[in-house]
């Protein structure tokens, strides 16, 4: 399954990912109304952005009572349907990333959907920090960045007894 | 509005120009509409992945304030609608009278951002000339210039962009790339996963500040003190390029007497970063040398000692032995195709062209007018009067210094015409408005020197009534009777073919290319076989050719004016022309939903500054230089992103011109550029029940 995954350590915050999200979906930019969020902690000096996993259980799916959160065939998102959304915002509460807001404007739950397999944000990570792949492929991107590194440490330089 | 399409339902390949970083796109048209703009997939510059700005182009097309119509400014100071060809006969007219009547040189060519650089600078370059006249003035002026010196200075030459991506070590002055050059930061990823360091100089933190290894905030125009505090480090230490300090360079031992007194400590004390920065950043330079990227941004080059800052810097990487590596000062080659200017075949030289006698490196070495000293020729106070000025997409009533004087300067012409999208704050002085015709709507060559690219650009558009600047130059031209000898070319086409003609690339080759063209193999060190083009063919760290001008031989550092020149009553800095993450500089804040982000100007203060001025977040205050003074709010920042004492504003409202602060007269001696960022102001409170009734916004992004 492809879902949206960050490589932390290529993110250099920007925020177009956040804006383009925004943008899409209310036209203009609202920092809740994001699917996607950038957080810069200037104390820290720490970037971290997160967005929604589409866990395979997923809890938002599980606790709605109006079986709103349905998993999209195609693209396996977990998504709102917004005509069966009652607005009780108990998925909300039950996410524990905070990967679901509400919309008051149109009463409902909303959540990333994937753009329908096409993510507006990956489009736009021009750091390259931001995939819609496996999440395997997550896995497969830090073992070549581990190797790449140890490689040129000079305990596997010179082998593991140096002269 | 009517629109016709050169292919109804399609995609069509493209270069971006919201931005100078000119990535590929595609355009996606629906019955004649752009519906969408995506990513265009295998281009080198931006691979398959744009910025939300260049998205928005559609937001610029169809924008709704749209200029469409030619307009004339009538007696009673309103516009009034006219046809294109009375327009252009009107002006071709009185462009002529003034010619006649007081030379031709009293007409001046302005060619701002909006319109882009290479080729559509070259037309506007053309024009002036081929009417007689040397004033060619841009953007330029502010923002590149001063950079371009500092290095061909010493090199001969300047590629913009090193490599990162294959650099071991990144340092970075006075920049803000994830905002004026997104790319980079692919490459600064890319080369950290391979274990480079990034090493991040500016005097405000930004978000890039968090991704670096190394922060240091220095004062605001002391970054010479820094590169030389550096070069001192690296022949202390004995750890330089002595192979090309032997055979390629002149006047290494003067530098290296020079640098002496710049010590860790006396760097501490002129730039604020502390002594063991400076000795760590040494190091890193010494461990990761010569795979090490120096990169300058225009925070360097806006102050009136920026040039000998920045060769500074150059000499710093000629030590580190980067010159002519990919991840370095690499020194690129141009494709070889015809020039649309004609420097060659005119010299105008001794017609005084503007500013030339007060900076004359700036045209020496640019060709470029100083647009700072042609308000003084507005008002009568220059050599001969500058009565006319065309200008092309740019901006200078609210992005040239000291807006009070540009806007009287530019109300006293017998003829302004703007040539523009939109009714700005420019185009509001001038006598003819032109509807201006944006990037979607002409087909241009594009030079990426750094990976020696070319592309060619696809006219998608075409608003009836709308035309590009090819036309507007050429049918001047035609109007005024030099159109048959210098503009003969009936469309871009034949334009981009007489160009392309001494080259073995076609036009119908390059735009089977939308991915680009390599036009020549990229060389590397091509120094050692070759002499750079410097006056004396070496690496100049002491440069004849200024000496001679009476300038300093060697980049001397010069404390900048707010320290050199501290005055009691302004004790704070004023820093301008940090980026605004969706404009690009006056541009792109007419688009409604970039303002949901951008909502209004603020200026940016230390927490303890604004406490110890009983401020709050929020409040309308008063800033003032010794030029003028700017209402404006205030965004208390957290309290690493400034050091104490030094606020920012940025550059490009039209609306709260900070300009009206930045002084026109205090400008580098070398590339004239002007003191914007390190300017001495004052803060007053205003009455307090004006900050009541505004609705704080939740977060003054930037
Ligand atoms: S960075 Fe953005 S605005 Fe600039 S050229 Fe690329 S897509 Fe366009």
């Given at each position: ?9 290529r ?116 750091a390259g ?16 960045k581990?190797?790449l ?15 | ?46 691979r ?115 490599d990162f991506s294959v650099a ?16 980079f930061m692919r490459e600064f990823a890319d080369a950290k996963e391979k274990?480079a ?506």
């Amino acid at each position: 399954m492809k879902i949206i995954y960050v490589e932390q350590d290529r993110c250099l915050a920007c925020r177009n990912c956040e804006r383009v999200c925004s943008f899409q979906r209310a036209g203009g930019f609202r920092q809740e109304n994001t699917n996607i969020w950038v957080h810069i902690d200037l104390d820290a000096r720490s970037i971290f952005t997160m967005t929604c996993l589409q866990c395979e259980s997923a809890i938002c799916m599980e606790v709605c009572p109006a079986t709103a959160l349905q998993r999209n065939p195609e693209t396996k998102a977990v998504t709102v349907n917004e005509h069966q959304c009652v607005g009780c915002k108990m998925c909300i509460a039950a996410c524990p990333f905070g990967c679901l807001h509400f919309e008051n404007l149109r009463q409902v739950a909303v959540k990333c959907d994937l753009c329908d397999g096409d993510p507006a944000c990956v489009k736009t990570c021009m750091a390259g920090a931001l995939h819609y792949a496996d999440i395997n492929e997550l896995a497969q991107r830090k073992r070549r960045k581990i190797d790449l590194k140890l490689s040129k440490h000079p305990f596997f330089l010179q082998g593991l007894f140096p002269k | 509005m009517k629109v016709a399409t050169n292919a109804s339902t399609k995609i069509l390949p493209t270069l971006c120009r919201m931005c100078e970083t000119r990535c590929a796109i595609n355009v996606h048209l629906k019955d004649d509409v752009i519906v969408n703009i995506t990513p265009f997939k295998n281009h080198p510059v931006n691979r398959g992945r744009m910025c939300p700005r260049g998205i928005a182009a559609i937001d610029l097309f169809y924008h709704p304030e749209r200029i469409l119509k030619p307009l004339k400014k009538m007696p009673d100071g309103r516009f009034q609608e006219i046809s294109r060809e009375q327009a252009i006969d009107e002006i071709a007219d009185q462009l002529q009278s003034i010619k006649a009547g007081h030379g031709a040189r009293c007409v001046g060519v302005w060619k701002g951002e909006g319109a882009g650089f290479y080729q559509q600078e070259d037309y506007a370059r053309r024009f002036v000339h081929a009417f007689g006249s040397p004033n060619y003035f841009s953007n330029d002026s502010a923002c590149y210039n001063g950079r371009y010196l500092g290095h061909s200075l010493v090199t001969g030459f300047w590629n913009p962009f090193p490599d990162f991506s294959v650099a071991d070590l990144i340092l970075l002055f006075g920049t803000n790339p994830p905002i004026c050059h997104p790319p980079f930061m692919r490459e600064f990823a890319d080369a950290k996963e391979k274990g480079a360091k990034l090493v991040v100089i500016d005097p405000r933190l930004n978000p890039v500040a968090c991704y670096a290894d190394v922060f240091a905030q220095p004062y605001p125009g002391t970054d010479g003190a820094l590169c030389w505090g550096l070069i001192r480090h690296l022949i202390e230490t004995k750890n330089y390029d002595t192979q090309l300090v032997e055979q390629y360079v002149v006047g290494f031992e003067k530098i290296a007497a020079y640098a002496q007194r710049f010590t860790p400590e006396y760097v501490e004390k002129q730039s604020g970063i502390y002594a063991g920065v400076v000795e760590e950043i040494g190091q890193l330079i010494i461990k990761n040398r010569p795979r090490i990227s120096f990169f300058a941004g225009a925070g360097l080059e806006h102050h009136e000692n920026g040039v000998n800052n920045i060769r500074a810097l150059a000499i710093l990487g000629c030590l580190a032995g980067t010159l002519g590596l990919k991840s370095g000062l690499f020194w690129p080659e141009e494709m070889g195709g015809r020039k649309l200017t004609l420097y060659d075949q005119i010299s105008l030289e001794s017609e005084g062209p503007i500013g030339a006698d007060k900076f004359p490196a700036l045209y020496d070495l640019r060709k470029e007018c100083h647009s700072m000293t042609a308000m003084d020729y507005m008002l009568g106070k220059g050599a001969y009067p500058l009565k006319a000025m065309v200008v092309t997409a740019a901006n200078p009533a609210v992005t040239n210094p000291n807006t009070t004087k540009v806007i009287e300067a530019l109300s006293a012409l017998d003829l302004l015409v703007v040539n523009d999208f939109f009714l700005t704050p420019t185009a509001k002085l001038a006598h003819y408005v032109l509807p201006a015709a944006t990037f979607l709507e002409r087909s241009e060559i594009h030079y990426f020197p750094n990976k020696q690219i070319v592309n060619l650009t696809a006219k998608i558009q075409h608003i009836p009534g709308v035309e590009n600047e090819y036309r507007l130059w050429h049918d001047l031209a035609h109007r005024l009777g030099f159109g048959e000898k210098y503009f003969p070319w009936n469309s871009e086409a034949d334009v981009n073919r007489w160009i392309l003609e001494p080259t073995d690339i076609t036009l119908e080759e390059l735009a089977r290319h939308p991915e680009g063209l390599v036009y020549k193999p990229i060389r590397y060190q091509k120094f050692k076989n070759q002499l750079v083009p410097t006056p004396s063919g070496k690496l100049e760290f002491a440069s004849s050719y200024l000496k001679n001008l009476g300038l300093s031989e060697i980049p001397e550092y010069i404390p900048p004016y707010h320290i050199r020149c501290a005055k009691e009553n302004y004790p704070f800095v004023l820093t301008t022309g940090a980026r605004k993450s969706l404009f690009y500089h006056s541009r792109h804040q007419n688009i409604p939903r970039f303002r949901t982000i951008h909502p209004e100007a603020f200026v940016e203060m230390h927490p303890d500054d604004a406490a110890q001025l009983n401020i709050q977040h929020n409040e309308m205050v008063r800033v003032s230089s010794e030029i003028g003074t700017l209402d404006i709010r205030v965004c208390i920042r957290h309290r690493s992103e400034l050091r104490k004492g030094v606020i920012e504003i940025y550059h490009g409202w039209e609306q709260w011109p900070v300009n009206l602060l930045t002084y026109d007269a205090l400008n580098d001696p070398i590339s004239g550029f002007p003191l914007l960022k390190g300017v001495p102001v004052r803060i007053d409170k205003i009455d307090a029940s004006t900050s009541a009734e505004h609705q704080p916004d939740a977060a003054c992004t930037t």
